[in-house]
Protein backbone atom coordinates (compact mmCIF):
# COMPACT_ATOMS: atom_id res chain seq x y z
CA UNK A 1 0.00 0.00 0.00
CA UNK A 2 1.12 3.36 -0.62
CA UNK A 3 1.08 4.24 2.84
CA UNK A 4 4.18 2.20 3.29
CA UNK A 5 5.82 5.75 2.21
CA UNK A 6 5.42 6.71 5.59
CA UNK A 7 6.63 3.72 7.47
CA UNK A 8 9.19 5.61 9.65
CA UNK A 9 5.93 7.58 11.18
CA UNK A 10 4.57 6.50 14.53
CA UNK A 11 1.29 6.00 13.16
CA UNK A 12 1.58 6.06 9.07
CA UNK A 13 -1.54 5.45 8.29
CA UNK A 14 -2.82 8.49 10.43
CA UNK A 15 -2.77 12.26 8.09
CA UNK A 16 -3.22 15.76 9.90
CA UNK A 17 -4.47 18.24 7.65
CA UNK A 18 -4.07 21.98 8.00
CA UNK A 19 -6.10 25.07 6.57
CA UNK A 20 -3.39 27.78 6.66
CA UNK A 21 -4.84 31.50 7.22
CA UNK A 22 -6.13 31.60 11.31
CA UNK A 23 -5.05 27.82 11.68
CA UNK A 24 -1.24 27.82 10.97
CA UNK A 25 -0.50 31.58 10.44
CA UNK A 26 -2.97 34.75 11.32
CA UNK A 27 -3.92 35.55 8.47
CA UNK A 28 -1.41 36.37 5.28
CA UNK A 29 1.65 36.09 7.96
CA UNK A 30 4.31 34.28 8.47
CA UNK A 31 4.63 30.80 10.81
CA UNK A 32 6.09 31.25 13.73
CA UNK A 33 9.00 29.32 15.25
CA UNK A 34 7.20 27.21 17.85
CA UNK A 35 4.39 26.03 15.26
CA UNK A 36 7.17 24.99 12.91
CA UNK A 37 9.04 22.89 15.49
CA UNK A 38 5.23 21.49 16.37
CA UNK A 39 4.74 20.40 12.56
CA UNK A 40 8.01 18.63 12.73
CA UNK A 41 7.49 16.75 15.79
CA UNK A 42 4.22 15.95 14.49
CA UNK A 43 5.82 14.33 11.49
CA UNK A 44 7.37 12.44 13.18
CA UNK A 45 4.24 10.78 14.18
CA UNK A 46 1.95 11.19 11.45
CA UNK A 47 1.62 12.17 7.81
CA UNK A 48 0.90 15.92 7.34
CA UNK A 49 -0.02 18.22 5.03
CA UNK A 50 -2.02 21.77 4.29
CA UNK A 51 -4.84 22.53 2.89
CA UNK A 52 -5.13 26.21 1.72
CA UNK A 53 -7.17 28.45 -0.36
CA UNK A 54 -4.76 30.40 -1.38
CA UNK A 55 -2.20 29.58 -4.46
CA UNK A 56 0.73 28.10 -4.07
CA UNK A 57 3.21 31.49 -4.03
CA UNK A 58 0.96 32.71 -0.95
CA UNK A 59 1.63 29.78 1.21
CA UNK A 60 5.53 29.73 0.53
CA UNK A 61 5.47 33.19 1.71
CA UNK A 62 3.45 32.34 4.69
CA UNK A 63 5.10 28.46 5.61
CA UNK A 64 8.88 29.28 4.20
CA UNK A 65 10.81 28.40 1.08
CA UNK A 66 10.81 24.62 2.08
CA UNK A 67 7.20 23.38 2.41
CA UNK A 68 7.72 21.02 -0.28
CA UNK A 69 10.06 19.23 2.14
CA UNK A 70 8.38 20.17 5.34
CA UNK A 71 4.95 18.81 4.82
CA UNK A 72 4.53 15.37 2.75
CA UNK A 73 1.41 17.22 1.07
CA UNK A 74 1.05 20.44 -0.14
CA UNK A 75 -2.31 21.44 -1.34
CA UNK A 76 -2.83 25.19 -3.11
CA UNK A 77 -6.36 25.99 -4.04
CA UNK A 78 -8.39 23.42 -2.44
CA UNK A 79 -5.93 20.52 -3.91
CA UNK A 80 -6.18 21.90 -7.29
CA UNK A 81 -2.18 22.12 -7.29
CA UNK A 82 -1.16 19.19 -5.20
CA UNK A 83 2.21 17.70 -4.10
CA UNK A 84 2.97 14.17 -2.78
CA UNK A 85 6.59 14.38 -1.32
CA UNK A 86 7.57 16.94 -3.14
CA UNK A 87 6.87 15.60 -6.48
CA UNK A 88 3.40 17.20 -8.50
CA UNK A 89 0.13 15.52 -8.88
CA UNK A 90 -2.11 15.58 -12.00
CA UNK A 91 -5.18 17.74 -11.55
CA UNK A 92 -7.67 19.92 -13.37
CA UNK A 93 -8.24 23.49 -13.72
CA UNK A 94 -10.56 26.18 -14.00
CA UNK A 95 -10.57 27.11 -17.32
CA UNK A 96 -10.63 24.00 -19.08
CA UNK A 97 -13.77 23.14 -16.93
CA UNK A 98 -15.49 26.40 -17.99
CA UNK A 99 -14.50 27.17 -21.36
CA UNK A 100 -13.03 30.71 -22.66
CA UNK A 101 -16.67 31.80 -23.77
CA UNK A 102 -18.15 31.33 -20.01
CA UNK A 103 -15.14 32.28 -18.46
CA UNK A 104 -15.12 36.03 -20.43
CA UNK A 105 -18.71 36.61 -19.36
CA UNK A 106 -18.23 36.16 -15.58
CA UNK A 107 -15.09 38.04 -16.03
CA UNK A 108 -16.46 41.02 -17.93
CA UNK A 109 -19.53 41.10 -15.48
CA UNK A 110 -17.06 41.23 -12.89
CA UNK A 111 -14.83 44.18 -13.64
CA UNK A 112 -17.75 46.00 -14.62
CA UNK A 113 -19.28 45.56 -11.40
CA UNK A 114 -16.29 46.75 -9.43
CA UNK A 115 -16.16 49.47 -12.06
CA UNK A 116 -19.73 50.30 -10.16
CA UNK A 117 -18.93 49.53 -6.57
CA UNK A 118 -18.45 53.07 -4.87
CA UNK A 119 -15.63 52.05 -2.18
CA UNK A 120 -13.17 54.40 -0.68
CA UNK A 121 -10.09 52.74 -2.25
CA UNK A 122 -9.27 50.66 -5.47
CA UNK A 123 -6.16 49.47 -6.32
CA UNK A 124 -4.96 46.77 -8.60
CA UNK A 125 -5.25 43.11 -9.63
CA UNK A 126 -9.39 42.55 -9.05
CA UNK A 127 -9.55 39.18 -10.62
CA UNK A 128 -6.74 36.85 -9.89
CA UNK A 129 -6.40 33.88 -12.60
CA UNK A 130 -5.60 31.06 -10.63
CA UNK A 131 -5.20 26.93 -11.78
CA UNK A 132 -8.02 25.87 -9.73
CA UNK A 133 -10.32 29.05 -9.18
CA UNK A 134 -10.61 33.00 -9.61
CA UNK A 135 -10.22 35.28 -6.77
CA UNK A 136 -11.93 38.31 -7.21
CA UNK A 137 -11.25 41.42 -4.73
CA UNK A 138 -13.31 44.66 -4.75
CA UNK A 139 -9.89 46.93 -3.41
CA UNK A 140 -7.46 45.01 -5.53
CA UNK A 141 -5.30 42.22 -4.19
CA UNK A 142 -2.13 45.07 -4.71
CA UNK A 143 -3.68 47.06 -1.61
CA UNK A 144 -0.76 47.12 1.52
CA UNK A 145 -1.75 45.73 5.10
CA UNK A 146 -3.32 48.89 6.00
CA UNK A 147 -5.40 49.21 3.06
CA UNK A 148 -6.35 45.58 3.57
CA UNK A 149 -7.43 45.90 7.33
CA UNK A 150 -9.15 49.10 6.54
CA UNK A 151 -11.42 47.36 3.53
CA UNK A 152 -12.16 44.02 5.75
CA UNK A 153 -13.65 46.74 8.94
CA UNK A 154 -15.68 48.70 5.80
CA UNK A 155 -16.95 45.24 4.33
CA UNK A 156 -17.96 43.83 7.56
CA UNK A 157 -20.15 47.07 8.03
CA UNK A 158 -21.90 46.83 4.81
CA UNK A 159 -21.43 43.47 3.47
CA UNK A 160 -20.33 44.11 -0.24
CA UNK A 161 -19.13 41.20 -0.96
CA UNK A 162 -21.82 38.83 0.52
CA UNK A 163 -24.26 41.21 -1.91
CA UNK A 164 -21.71 40.79 -4.97
CA UNK A 165 -21.94 36.87 -4.57
CA UNK A 166 -25.79 37.09 -4.16
CA UNK A 167 -25.86 38.74 -7.71
CA UNK A 168 -23.47 36.91 -8.96
CA UNK A 169 -25.10 33.57 -7.67
CA UNK A 170 -28.17 34.59 -9.74
CA UNK A 171 -26.37 36.00 -12.69
CA UNK A 172 -24.90 32.62 -13.36
CA UNK A 173 -26.92 30.20 -11.86
CA UNK A 174 -26.68 28.29 -14.78
CA UNK A 175 -22.99 27.06 -14.12
CA UNK A 176 -22.41 24.97 -11.22
CA UNK A 177 -20.19 27.79 -9.38
CA UNK A 178 -19.37 28.18 -5.88
CA UNK A 179 -18.58 31.29 -4.28
CA UNK A 180 -16.44 31.17 -1.19
CA UNK A 181 -15.35 34.51 0.97
CA UNK A 182 -12.59 32.93 3.05
CA UNK A 183 -10.12 35.78 3.58
CA UNK A 184 -10.26 39.80 4.14
CA UNK A 185 -10.62 41.66 1.05
CA UNK A 186 -12.18 38.82 -1.34
CA UNK A 187 -13.62 35.27 -2.21
CA UNK A 188 -12.91 32.55 -4.74
CA UNK A 189 -15.48 30.99 -7.39
CA UNK A 190 -14.95 27.61 -8.41
CA UNK A 191 -16.97 24.64 -9.59
CA UNK A 192 -19.37 23.13 -7.27
CA UNK A 193 -17.56 20.05 -5.10
CA UNK A 194 -13.82 21.76 -5.31
CA UNK A 195 -13.91 23.18 -1.91
CA UNK A 196 -11.50 21.68 0.37
CA UNK A 197 -12.86 18.20 0.00
CA UNK A 198 -11.13 18.50 -3.70
CA UNK A 199 -7.45 17.47 -1.59
CA UNK A 200 -9.37 14.19 -0.12
CA UNK A 201 -9.00 12.82 -3.73
CA UNK A 202 -5.80 12.39 -4.08
CA UNK A 203 -5.31 10.54 -0.76
CA UNK A 204 -8.38 8.61 -0.88
CA UNK A 205 -6.58 5.42 -2.31
CA UNK A 206 -3.21 5.94 0.04
CA UNK A 207 -5.44 3.75 2.59
CA UNK A 208 -5.42 6.37 5.93
CA UNK A 209 -7.23 5.09 8.20
CA UNK A 210 -7.84 8.07 10.17
CA UNK A 211 -7.95 11.81 8.34
CA UNK A 212 -7.53 14.44 11.01
CA UNK A 213 -8.73 18.10 9.53
CA UNK A 214 -7.59 21.60 11.99
CA UNK A 215 -9.59 24.55 10.85
CA UNK A 216 -10.52 28.25 11.35
CA UNK A 217 -13.46 28.52 8.85
CA UNK A 218 -16.00 25.63 9.59
CA UNK A 219 -19.01 27.61 10.10
CA UNK A 220 -21.54 27.43 7.35
CA UNK A 221 -20.13 29.91 4.37
CA UNK A 222 -16.17 29.23 5.55
CA UNK A 223 -14.37 27.48 3.47
CA UNK A 224 -13.60 24.82 5.94
CA UNK A 225 -16.98 24.07 6.37
CA UNK A 226 -17.23 21.26 3.55
CA UNK A 227 -13.74 19.03 4.76
CA UNK A 228 -15.09 19.76 8.53
CA UNK A 229 -18.03 18.20 8.27
CA UNK A 230 -16.95 15.36 5.42
CA UNK A 231 -17.83 12.39 7.18
CA UNK A 232 -14.57 10.33 6.00
CA UNK A 233 -12.42 13.16 7.78
CA UNK A 234 -12.64 13.94 11.93
CA UNK A 235 -12.83 17.92 11.85
CA UNK A 236 -11.56 19.80 14.82
CA UNK A 237 -12.15 23.84 14.48
CA UNK A 238 -9.79 26.13 16.15
CA UNK A 239 -9.82 30.23 16.80
CA UNK A 240 -5.94 30.94 16.22
CA UNK A 241 -2.50 29.01 15.41
CA UNK A 242 -2.32 28.82 19.65
CA UNK A 243 -5.09 27.08 19.60
CA UNK A 244 -3.86 24.61 16.96
CA UNK A 245 -1.12 23.56 18.83
CA UNK A 246 -2.87 22.94 21.87
CA UNK A 247 -5.20 20.50 20.31
CA UNK A 248 -2.62 19.12 18.40
CA UNK A 249 -0.38 18.26 22.32
CA UNK A 250 -3.53 16.59 23.41
CA UNK A 251 -4.17 14.40 20.48
CA UNK A 252 -0.44 13.81 20.42
CA UNK A 253 1.17 13.59 22.85
O1 LIG B 1 -6.97 31.24 2.63
C1 LIG B 1 -8.07 32.08 2.72
C2 LIG B 1 -8.10 33.09 1.58
O2 LIG B 1 -6.91 33.87 1.61
C3 LIG B 1 -6.88 34.93 0.72
O3 LIG B 1 -7.96 35.80 0.99
P1 LIG B 1 -7.80 37.38 1.23
O4 LIG B 1 -6.71 37.87 0.34
O5 LIG B 1 -9.17 37.91 0.88
O6 LIG B 1 -7.49 37.58 2.69
C4 LIG B 1 -7.04 34.46 -0.71
O7 LIG B 1 -5.85 33.86 -1.15
C5 LIG B 1 -8.21 33.51 -0.85
O8 LIG B 1 -8.17 32.88 -2.11
C6 LIG B 1 -8.20 32.43 0.22
O9 LIG B 1 -9.38 31.66 0.14
Request: hydrophobic share 35%; proline share 3%; with cysteine.
Amino acid sequence: MPVSSFADRQHPDTIVLFDVDGTLTVARSFVTQEMKDTLAELRKKAVIGFVGGSDLSKQYEQLGDGILQDFDYCFAENGLTAYRLGEKMASQSFIEWIGDAEYNKLVNYILRYIADMDIPKKRGTFVEFRNGMINVSPIGRNCNREERNEFEKYDLARGLRKKFVEDLRKEFSHLALTFSIGGQISFDVFPTGWDKTYCLRHIEHEGFKKIHFFGDKTFEGGNDYEIYNDPRVTGHSVTCPEDTIRILKELFP
